[in-house]
């Protein structure tokens, strides 16, 4: 394993050198907090360079600039299409020191186009200057630690004038995103090979996605939230139907109890056989610990669907960590770690149907934990730290707002950090705290998951039954209580609790979490509104400002007669 120097550098000799990588969401965030602690005069403060090889700030969130409308540009590439929604509700990621009634100066929907949370974003996250000594257009090209020293090398290529240089930090915080690389798994791609019509990722579901879908029949593989939202825009846009393959059926997409006009399937089963060019056959599959893999599932009979025009992968991405030297990245796949021995789970309300299952080989990332990143910092070498969401947070945004400020107080040791076997400890404990919840359980066991997706005719498939209710609420508690926890950390100067007991407002913020979820599973396909409604057009009670307790307005129309990526 690769090992840190533990010499702490003296304060008193001066501040320390931190080279901050990314001006997305979360470096905007750090930045923001610490010119914030500047002004408070909050105690030794370090020295921040930060990079961005974009020339502004923003992440993904960016408008496309206008002299790369094609997206050449690597660091254009991954940028949302300029017409996209939120999926998750605004009053989740609202800042307590700049809230939505600041901003709009009104009140608004719940669900927001892209434009104005990049404007809210950028207002909060640059005021009084937070951002003007953003070294823009520059490109991270290299970041190798001295095992001795500790310190760690720097290499950065200015992209307007091509020159390189090679600077020492004490610190090194990467916060260029997780959505870097499009993931297209090889199975999925050795199937299509014979596919006639036309594949894309959903990262090149840009704007010109109008003419893959309208008028014509297209399949998603995939069901996580870039399924649903592509589903939608795909309706949108005029797509005459719109399946979408899923293979476990977890995501977002699945959890949709209904889709404007009836015109989205969901088949459980990745794609298997192509047919006639632009046909496919779906089949479903199950989980193989043995071989560590999917199988083609011959119990169940194949669906096929037929004139597929356009097939996107809606598989995910990967964090872009090219940069990085191997010994300081993070692994976002999960890494290897293993329950602790004689670990049992407790008896729930899954166990009289699958009794005791034991758990795979290999267990996935925890929805609120990497197994090798300890509440943002490498335990292989805490020097080396990490403003990234996890694998499926509360919500991502506020997740990187959290992890932003537990990153400044950790250097401005305001913050402990522990040894290496302490956080080792702490992220095992966490992980196997997350294994006792089946609905947490099944994202990172598959061999759980495969159980209870064997089960027909359960009481699970109904969102309303109050075992399904008690354990989405239980789930929320957890995804608020980590917040919790790492915000009193943080000295965050809003309280949810002391990670193990909410305060009104986590209870609050975790009531909103199961509403996020209500938006979807209470759609009716028989009721008045089903040829337009979607889960942006809902108006639930829990969706309310947990600062100002404003509520949110209607859209000013069905959202999907609505156009524009800003709000009327």
Not at 12 to 17: F, Y
Not at 85 to 92: D, F, G, I, R, S
Not at 128 to 143: R, Y
Not at 398 to 408: G, K, P, S
């Amino acid at each position: 394993m690769f090992k840190w120097s533990k010499e702490k550098k003296d304060t008193a000799s001066g501040p320390l050198d931190v080279a901050l990588i990314g001006c997305g969401p979360g470096g905007m965030m750090f930045l923001h907090a610490l010119n914030k602690a500047k002004k408070e005069g909050a105690g030794v403060l370090p020295n921040v360079t930060c990079f961005e090889r974009a020339s502004s700030a923003g992440g993904l969130w960016r408008d496309v600039p206008a002299d790369d409308t094609g997206r050449t540009k690597p660091e254009n590439v991954p940028l949302m299409y300029d017409d996209l929604w939120a999926n998750t509700p605004k009053e989740l990621f609202e800042f307590h020191d700049y809230t939505f009634d600041e901003h709009f100066k009104k009140p608004t929907p719940s669900f927001l186009p892209r434009k104005d949370i990049l404007e809210y974003l950028t207002a909060r996250n640059s005021a009084d200057g937070a951002l003007d000594a953003v070294k823009f257009n520059h490109t991270v090209q290299s970041v190798t630690s001295d095992n001795k020293s500790g310190k760690f090398s720097v290499t950065v290529k200015d992209d307007q004038s091509g020159s390189t240089s090679t600077n020492s930090y004490d610190r090194v915080i990467w916060a260029a995103g997780i959505h870097g690389i499009k993931e297209e798994p090889e199975d999925v791609l050795s199937v299509l090979k014979d596919y006639t019509g036309k594949v894309m990722h959903s990262i090149d579901a840009t704007e010109n996605f109008e003419a893959d879908v309208k008028g014509k029949n297209i399949l998603l593989v995939g069901d996580s939230s870039s399924a649903e939202d592509l589903a939608l825009r795909a309706i949108k846009l005029g797509a005459k139907h719109v399946y979408i393959s899923a293979r476990t059926g977890e995501g977002d997409a699945s959890e949709t109890t209904a889709w404007p006009d009836g015109k989205v399937t969901v088949i459980f089963g990745p794609p298997h056989k192509v047919l006639k060019g632009t046909g496919i056959k779906c089949q479903a599959v199950y989980w193989s610990d043995k071989r560590q893999k999917f199988r083609k599932d011959d119990d169940e009979d194949p669906v096929k669907i037929k004139d597929i025009a356009t097939i996107v992968l809606c598989t995910g991405y990967e964090a872009n960590l090219e940069c990085v030297d191997e010994a300081l990245q993070f692994d976002d796949e999960g890494g290897d770690w293993t329950l602790s021995k004689g670990w049992k789970m407790d008896n729930n309300a899954y166990t009289i149907s699958v009794g005791t299952v034991t758990p795979s080989k290999a267990l996935g990332p925890g929805a609120t934990c990497y197994p090798d990143v300890y509440r943002g910092l490498l335990i292989s070498n805490p020097n080396m730290m990490y403003i990234a969401e996890t694998e499926d947070p509360a919500c991502p945004l506020f997740d990187l707002e959290v992890n932003a400020n537990l990153i400044l107080a950790y250097l401005m040791e305001k913050a402990e950090i522990p040894k290496e076997k302490d956080m080792m400890k702490a992220n095992q404990k966490q992980l196997e705290m997350e294994m006792q919840n089946p609905f947490l359980r099944m994202a990172i066991d598959m061999a759980y998951a495969e159980e209870v997706n064997e089960l027909e005719n359960h009481w699970s498939e109904d969102p309303n039954d109050e075992r399904v209710v008690l354990l989405t609420n239980e789930v929320a508690k957890i995804m608020t209580n980590m917040l919790a926890r790492n915000m009193k950390a943080a000295n965050y100067p809003v309280d949810f609790g002391d990670g193990k007991k909410l305060s009104p407002l986590g209870e609050k913020y975790s009531a909103m979490l199961v509403a996020k979820s209500k938006c979807r599973t209470e759609l009716k396909k028989d009721g008045s509104d089903s040829t337009w409604m979607t889960f942006r057009d809902t108006l639930l009670s829990e969706f309310a400002s947990i600062f100002t307790n404003t509520k949110p307005v209607p859209l000013s129309g069905h959202w999907m007669e609505l156009s524009g990526n800003k709000l009327d």
